[in-house]
């Protein structure tokens, strides 16, 4: 590896680096607003909150402020409901802390954990324990949410909305999302024999 691609690799692994703040900083604002919202609404009257019924999904608006608002879009796979009569409330606050929040914790832990690989590109080699290790973190909370997340919130709406114990594997199934996952698993592998490969040639 020339010394010129080293530096190229360096400067731009710098640039990644302050994208990557950029995206962590609003991902943060932006979770702090719907977590401050979503706390707001818990103190909201049930009558308050609006059920409008789209194509494939439940749209659920709870109205913070005068000029501002939250809002779920809740597949239909997610919740089978032939009718219209089930709590609008507690289903956008299911959803919205069970979903929306968590999803947005992870992404942000991701973003965190990516920042933190791309740093040592600019430092030294990228192939080291610690990154393995990172790569595996971001495979598990990948398997997670895709294999996950929306069997339980589809669980507890069945549950605590509908009164059924419901769901509708074929809707929430997303074998490409564990596709990714198991992807990273192999990627965290290489990570792994990178870095025992760059542990001998320090060690010569």
Not at 84 to 110: E, P, V
Not at 140 to 150: E, T
Not at 152 to 161: K, T, Y
Request: hydrophobic content about 55%.
């Amino acid at each position: 590896m020339s010394h010129e691609f080293v530096q190229t690799l360096q400067k731009r692994s710098i640039l990644f680096v302050r994208l990557l703040n950029v995206i962590l900083s609003l991902l943060v604002l932006f979770y702090m607003v719907i977590l401050i919202g979503g706390i707001w609404s818990i103190f909201l009257p049930a009558d308050q909150f609006q059920l409008v019924v789209g194509i494939s999904h439940w749209k659920i608006i709870a109205p913070i402020a005068t000029h501002f608002e939250l809002f779920a879009l809740i597949p239909y796979d997610l919740l089978h409901s032939t009718t219209f009569t089930f709590n609008a409330k507690t289903t956008f606050l299911i959803f919205h802390f069970g979903k929306s929040l968590i999803s947005f914790a992870a992404m942000i832990y991701g973003v965190v954990l990516v920042r933190k690989i791309v740093v040592t590109f600019s430092e030294n080699s990228p192939f080291t324990p610690q990154n393995a290790k990172r790569v595996r973190i971001i495979s598990y909370i990948v398997i997670g949410y895709f294999g996950l997340i929306d069997l339980l919130v589809s669980l507890c709406l069945n549950i605590f909305v509908m009164d059924v114990v419901s769901i509708h594997l074929l809707g929430i199934f997303h074998p490409w999302g564990l596709g990714i996952g198991f992807l990273l698993l192999l990627l965290a592998k290489v990570f792994q024999y990178g870095a025992f490969l760059q542990n001998k040639i320090d060690a010569a």
